[in-house]
């Protein structure tokens, strides 16, 4: 627990500079994107928590201008199976079938640069989900599927039978 803390005091050293105009900060919002058939529970990104069902969540504070080195240590839960047969909900046997499922969740982390973004443009971090637990980042104000997206994987990949190393 002592080495995630001192991970993340490092990483927050990273997202800010030494200068008092490369330290300024904004907060913006974390977007997660899935492109996998998995379920995405939650995610975290240098320690802001957010939802992973989609959709935007606030807030992670990032410099309001780009600089080299700028990294997202980036953490998420995945349930490899989001449509599993389930007893009714509120019952003994949908409890006891939660128990067991959740012993199939899986956790993952990756630490990626984030990308430049013009000027004072960011529009918060978009923390896209492809197969085989790879994960791209994006501060681009376009939307996933806008031809100025820099993120260009298609959305429901299927997971292949062996991922590349």
Known sequence: MLRK????????????????????????????????????NWLSVNGYRADGGGGSSCCIIMPTKWRPGLMAHIEWEV????????????????????????????????T?????????????LKVHFLVCNKIKVTTSCWGYGSPRNPIKEPLEMKEPTVCPK
């Open 79 to 110: 349930d490899p199976d989001p449509f599993a047969d389930a007893p009714p909900l509120g019952t003994d046997e949908f409890r006891a079938f939660m128990v067991k499922h959740k012993t199939n969740y899986q956790q993952h982390h990756a």
């Open 5 to 40: 803390r001192g991970l993340y005091a490092l990483l927050g050293l990273m997202l800010y500079g030494c200068s008092s105009a490369e330290s300024e900060m904004a907060g913006g919002n974390i977007e997660a994107v899935n492109h996998t058939l998995n379920a995405i």
């Open 112 to 124: 990626v640069e984030i990308p430049e973004w013009p000027g004072t443009e960011s529009c918060g």
